[in-house]
């Protein structure tokens, strides 16, 4: 958050450690345990993702120190969408047997597992360069073609994938990568 000021970033960074004194009370900790902040954000008309497929919400809700989000077009709304976010996030936490983080600590990325599209390492990097004709792109096993442009579908892609490869994956409804990828090389056998 560039444009944050510093004073901002300073009140943010103060009541994360308030936050982070009061989490030593109890050991489940809801959202409202958490430092959050909420901004209202502008849109750039020139912006490439000034497109129907997305939409600019006028109000961002962030936990401090961690990389969750939450966005509305009003404050409230954007601290309900994190509120849901947060919820599943912790649900996921619980069923996995990992621990929240506490509240007001610095929270890292965490990235997605690469496993499937590393199964087809070669195969990958040819569909980054013909299919998406990017020379390089990070992609995970949770991926997929909706992430690589704004348009309203994902036809152009599909068409290229059948004209490259000989497959359709017009069924494959999620656009996920790693699924394309297995099917191109389970096609290739």
């Known amino acids: 958050m560039a444009s944050m000021s510093r004073i901002v970033r300073m009140t943010n960074q103060f009541h994360a450690l308030w936050k982070w004194f009061l989490s030593f009370r109890k050991r489940d900790w809801e959202l409202e345990d958490y430092p959050v902040y909420i901004r209202s954000q502008q849109s750039d008309l020139a912006s490439a993702f000034d497109n129907p497929r997305f939409k600019l919400h006028r ?3 962030q ?7 939450g966005c509305g077009d009003t404050r409230e709304k954007a601290r309900q969408d994190l509120s849901s976010i947060f919820a599943a996030i912790k649900s996921h936490k619980r069923e996995t047997g990992k621990p929240l983080p506490r509240p007001g600590t610095r929270v890292p990325l965490e990235f997605v597992s690469q496993q499937r599209v590393k199964a087809h390492a070669e195969l990958a990097e040819d569909f980054i360069h013909r299919v998406l004709e990017l020379e390089s792109a990070w992609i995970s096993d949770e991926s997929s ?5 704004a348009d309203e579908n994902n036809d152009a892609y599909i068409t290229k994938i059948k004209e490259i490869y000989g497959v359709d994956v017009s069924d494959i409804q999620s656009a996920n ?3 394309i990828l297995e099917r191109i090389a389970s096609a290739r056998k």
């Open 59 to 61: 109000y961002f809700a």
């Open 63 to 69: 936990i401090v120190n961690w990389h969750i989000t």
């Open 145 to 149: 073609l909706w992430d690589f442009h």
């Open 177 to 179: 990568l790693a699924e």
